[in-house]
Every structure is written in structure tokens, then in C-alpha cells.
């Protein structure tokens, strides 16, 4: 069974950081597309950052420059960096992890793997 857990959401201040972190059991994520999205209530999921092949990173021009997406140092994990965070930046993010071509890894629904999310909130 696929199971896919994020951590490491909170509060914070505009202009912090905060490093979200995404645990894998049942798959390996070297053999996956690995991505980050964030979904507002009564919005559809965005893209926020995607490592592709463990080595490639993608990311909306939205973010680009503040966040950062590599392998995590503990075993079968992906992190996301979030520096410079802005208020348009809370919401709740989501893990997501797929076997898909290069061409779909901004797309939600070519992901067949999700984490439940964690909140992130940036208070001005």
C-alpha cells in the first residue's frame, strides 16, 4: 500500500522560510516523478515544484527563485524549501508521486499517488 505523508506546515511570518518534507512507503520516489501542489478552498490544485528523475526540477513562475524542491537527507523523502514565503502562499500542500512523461508533470491528474496535505499559513 502507497502512502505518502507530509510534514513540517505551520504558521509563519511573511518573509520566513519553512521546509515541508514528504515521506514515501510502498514506492520508491527515485522511480517516481515527485511533485509539490497547493490547493485553495474553491480553487483548483496548483503546481508548485516537481523533481523529475531525482535530479530535474520544475517549478511555476510563481514560486521560482523562492522555492526549492530536492531529495530529503532521511531515506525514500522529498522536501520542499519555502524561503521569502508570502501571504498568497497559504494554503494547504499536497505530495504527489507518479510514473509520467516529462510533458505531464504539471498536470494533478497524472499523479496517482497523494499525501494528505499540511497547512501552511503565512500571516502578514
Known amino acids: 500500500q502507497v502512502q505518502l505523508v507530509e510534514s513540517g506546515g505551520g504558521l509563519v511570518e511573511a518573509g520566513d522560510s519553512l521546509r515541508l518534507s514528504c515521506a514515501a512507503s510502498g514506492i520508491t520516489f527515485s522511480s517516481y516523478a515527485v511533485a509539490w501542489f497547493r490547493q485553495a478552498p474553491g480553487k483548483e490544485r496548483e503546481f508548485v515544484a516537481a523533481l523529475f528523475r531525482s535530479s530535474h526540477t520544475y517549478y511555476p513562475d510563481s514560486v521560482k527563485g523562492r522555492f526549492t524542491i530536492s531529495r530529503g537527507n532521511a531515506k525514500n523523502t522529498v522536501d520542499l524549501q519555502m524561503d521569502t514565503l508570502k501571504t498568497e502562499d497559504t494554503t494547504v500542500y499536497y505530495c504527489?508521486?507518479?510514473?509520467?512523461?516529462?510533458?505531464?508533470?504539471?498536470?494533478?491528474?497524472?499523479?496517482?499517488?497523494w499525501g494528505k496535505g499540511t497547512q501552511v499559513t503565512v500571516s502578514s
Open positions: 504527489a508521486a507518479g510514473r509520467l512523461i516529462l510533458t505531464s508533470i504539471r498536470s494533478p491528474n497524472q499523479y496517482d499517488n
